[in-house]
């Protein structure tokens, strides 16, 4: 027997091959849907996996949420675990902060953005390589500001607030999942919603290097697709929500300590003095940024607070800054986890930093 449909259906524990009408066209729709990727831009379905679909009555087989060859889970109950896993992730502590990186491509122009969020104020630093008509005009600042999201403390006030902004439940559901600054609990809410809406088909799922897996969630009649983590509540791609063919990846998020060194480039100015701005480094040229090892030059400002930091002057002196050590945290974020600082005219004062991702005791 060399036909794999037929090796299927021999293997197939309760083979009934006599579909009603209903049942085969909600298979044929099934099968349709999980062999014609180029429909939308999703990962790859076994076709064997297709035909099992089939004979299971139009039940698509979900590979690694169970070794069963029967469902185990809707995309509802799926979503509900993500966000009971949110709300159990750990905020940033008052002086640490919080870093996304994501990206918007199409296959010819990406557009790359590094969010950080301190102390209610939002950093974001962008750049784009290539052209296409689909991100020409793309802006990727978040069109919910931090003090909205604050004023929103309950699942009923994000879906009104996706709703106001973006229109739709669900899709303003999507794009709040990617927007930094976002709570454990607020998340928790919004993947809610997201379920609550409705529209959720469970697609597939791809053994990750850990325990969970990756799981993906189509929305048909919005024509947009996304991965998920659901034993963090990670959401890892957003198919189709920015432009048809653009593809929104989370590359990775953290919490940080109150002193971190980001930027696509390499920053310009770090506050070394974490609750204030009394010891600055600033007007950095870097060199060899993204390496192991990075190094700048620049003008050191401190306030040596003599008598008191509120009357006392700023002394500026040249200085080399190095960070080195990069060191992984959170969702695939590598950051520097040290940073040299070297003064020119006066060696003695030189002095290193333990920098980077939060070392409390809950992160």
């Known amino acids: 027997m060399n036909d794999p449909l037929a090796q299927l259906a021999a293997a197939n524990p309760v083979p009934d091959e006599s579909l009603t009408p209903e049942q085969q066209e909600r298979a044929d729709a099934l099968l349709e849907r999980l062999t014609q990727p180029a429909q939308k831009k999703r990962r790859p379905f076994l076709v064997a996996a297709a035909a099992v679909a089939v004979l299971a009555l139009g039940v698509a087989v979900i590979p690694g949420l169970s070794n069963n060859a029967t469902p185990q889970a809707t995309a509802e109950e799926v979503l509900a675990r993500a966000g009971e896993a949110s709300a159990s992730q750990a905020d940033a502590p008052t002086l640490g902060q919080e870093y996304m990186k994501r990206t918007d491509s199409d296959g010819q122009a990406t557009v790359t953005t590094e969010y950080e969020v301190q102390a209610g104020q ?13 991100l020409a005009d793309f802006d990727p600042s978040p069109r919910i500001t931090l003090a909205q999201l604050a004023d929103a403390p309950s699942a009923d006030a994000l879906r009104d607030l996706a709703v106001a902004t973006y229109g739709d439940a669900a899709l303003g559901s999507l794009q709040l999942l990617l927007h930094p600054g976002l709570t454990s609990a607020q998340q928790k809410f919004v993947y809610d919603n997201l379920a609550a809406a409705g529209g959720n088909d469970l697609g597939s799922a791809d053994i990750t290097e850990g325990e ?3 799981v993906t969630v189509y929305r048909d009649a919005d024509h947009v697709s996304f991965s998920v983590l659901p034993s963090t509540g990670q959401i890892v791609e957003v198919h189709g929500l920015v432009a048809p063919d653009v593809t929104t990846r989370v590359e990775a998020t953290a919490i940080l300590g109150c002193v971190s060194v980001t930027g696509l480039e390499g920053p310009e100015l770090i506050s070394l003095a974490c609750a204030d701005n009394n010891y600055l480094v600033r007007d950095l040229k870097w060199s060899n940024w993204g390496a192991d090892s990075a190094r700048a030059e620049g003008t050191a400002f ?24 990069p060191q992984e945290c959170g969702y695939n974020a590598k950051l520097y986890s040290r940073l040299d600082v070297a003064y020119v005219d006066e060696p003695a004062r030189d002095e290193t930093f333990d920098i980077g991702c939060d070392q409390s005791p809950t992160n």
Not at 307 to 324: K, M
Request: hydrophobic share 30%; charged share 30%.
């Open 122 to 134: 939002l950093r974001q630093d962008t750049r784009t390589e290539g052209t296409s008509a689909a």
């Open 212 to 214: 969970d897996s990756l």
């Open 302 to 325: 401190i306030n040596d607070c003599d008598p008191n930091c509120a009357d006392s002057g700023f002394t500026e002196l040249p200085v080399t800054v190095t960070v080195r050590k």
